[in-house]
């Protein structure tokens, strides 16, 4: 690799072009030609004026597959005269790495730049993106790393403090259909050669399948193209894009924060008791190819938290999901799990349980140690009978109101109070036992 190679050929070079994915020839060469991201590069927005005064800050390009992170960082190499090299942080050690940003700074000392591009920089860790550091404060390079994971949990505080952060969003419909239609009437670069015309929604359903990703639409384009033009039709049909796309593009990874974001909208989705967003979030999650044990897992966790004692059979309900889940397997099991959600989310709520077991941990946390009162324990010893083990203890069963009037909790939390019921579901039949209880041992004590 040169390290004065741009890694942006001329479009006029067609001989390289010639076999390159159309994804690959269409890519945007200006911010003129680019698509989508304008809260970024919009007249006078952040990143389109950094672009324009020739900032050299280096910076951190965080947004999903096929937003135009590598694209912006070979147009702002082209903007500001630098020299472009490409690393994927997958194929490409830190020692590769290093001799590169070595090189550089010698380059530096004849004033040229370089721009140091690294695609899935969180791939490297934590002590490898330490690498980094002394050459991006010096100024030897600039840095632009992509990365489709959350920065503050996947780049090194230190590196991350010396970039500026940009958080690219998936391509809006509207922008991914400008697109294909470019594509498909670009002469020299796109499908124009072949002369071939949409049918009325089949851009619009490429787009839509595509889940704003431009690459995944282009590609899948090209294939609906190359379909057409080999049975000698010179339209794209909506039916040809759906033999195109095969199966929707969906974003998901399942260790990253997109795993993380969905589970949390179908477990908050349950709480606030609307079973269709439980459902469609549910239906996200299965159909992007989650680990349905994962799921049955958070669904039980969901039936303890946030359903509790106010229909204690939500527990057996999901169990039994979890079960039904494991015996069948996907995608007969599916149903299992979707029964289960949709009883969670009509079910009455109470996160009672959940609160007071809370509150128990934090006790036990600050508070000392205390050692069991001796009318609780066992004396199955002469010594220990000796000693008053198990004196005063009342048993509740040989009491009117099978209720005694003994304390059992430590001196320092005497009284103290956990569970308090809501008035939701089965949970007011407790609350109603829990004042039974305490009128009996009111009438005990005295």
Sequence with gaps: MSLFDTGLPERSDKRA?????????????????????????????????????????????????????TTLAKIIAQATSASFIEFSAVLSGIKEIKQVMVEAEKAAQFGSRTILFVDEIHRFNKAQQDAFLPYVERGTIRLIGATTENPSFEINAALLSRCRVYTLRALEQDDIIALLKRALNDSDHGLGALQLEAEEGALEAIASYSSGDARNALNALEVGAKLADGRGEKIITRALAAEALQQRVLLYDKKGEQHYDIISALHKSVRNSDADAALYWLGRMMAAGEDPMYIARRVVRMAVEDIGLAAPEALNLCLSARDAMHFLGSPEGDLALAQAVVYLALAPKSNAVYTAYGAVLSDIESMPAEPVPLHLRNAPTKLMKELDYGKGYQYAHDIEGKVAAMECLPPSLAGKRYYVPTGEGREKLLGQRMEEIASKRTRQEG
């Design 17 to 69: 072009l010639k076999t390159a994915p159309l994804a690959e020839r269409m890519r945007p060469r200006t911010l003129d030609e680019f698509f989508g991201q304008r809260h970024l590069l919009g007249p006078g927005m952040p990143l389109r004026l950094q672009i324009e005064n020739d900032d050299s800050a280096s910076l951190l390009f965080w947004g999903p597959p096929g937003v135009g992170k």
